[in-house]
């Protein structure tokens, strides 16, 4: 069965950096896209990372600066590194992964929150 798993999430300090992973597995065909969304508290989902298999990344306008995305040399997992860590960025981050047009798998989410 494939599986996408997120990890990394926790508390961070305002300023501070925390990078997220997320490995899919279970599959036989290679995977395309892998990418991530957010959703804060009381606030709709939204995507802010991206990066496919050839290298091509696409950031949130919000994040470009102070946010990376990448994927390993494996193609099975991707990181997403929040820098300059904001109150707004306190959100459940979810990973996705696409092996093909119609078929998407989604993590169950990983919380990211700002500490005291």
């Known amino acids: 069965q494939v599986q996408v798993v997120e990890s990394g999430g926790g508390w961070v300090q305002l300023g501070g950096s925390l990078r997220l992973s997320c490995t899919i597995s279970g599959i036989t065909i290679s995977v395309y896209e892998m990418g991530w969304y957010r959703q804060p508290p009381g606030k709709q989902r939204e995507l802010v990372a991206e990066?496919?298999?050839?290298?091509?990344?696409e950031l949130a306008e919000s994040l470009k600066i102070r946010s990376t995305v990448s994927m390993d040399s494996a193609k099975t997992t991707t990181y997403f590194e929040v820098n300059s860590q904001q109150p707004w960025d306190t959100a459940v981050y979810y990973c996705y992964a696409t092996i093909d047009g119609d078929n998407t798998s989604w993590g169950q989410g990983t919380q990211l929150t700002d500490s005291p």
């Open positions: 990066v496919w298999r050839k290298g091509r990344k």
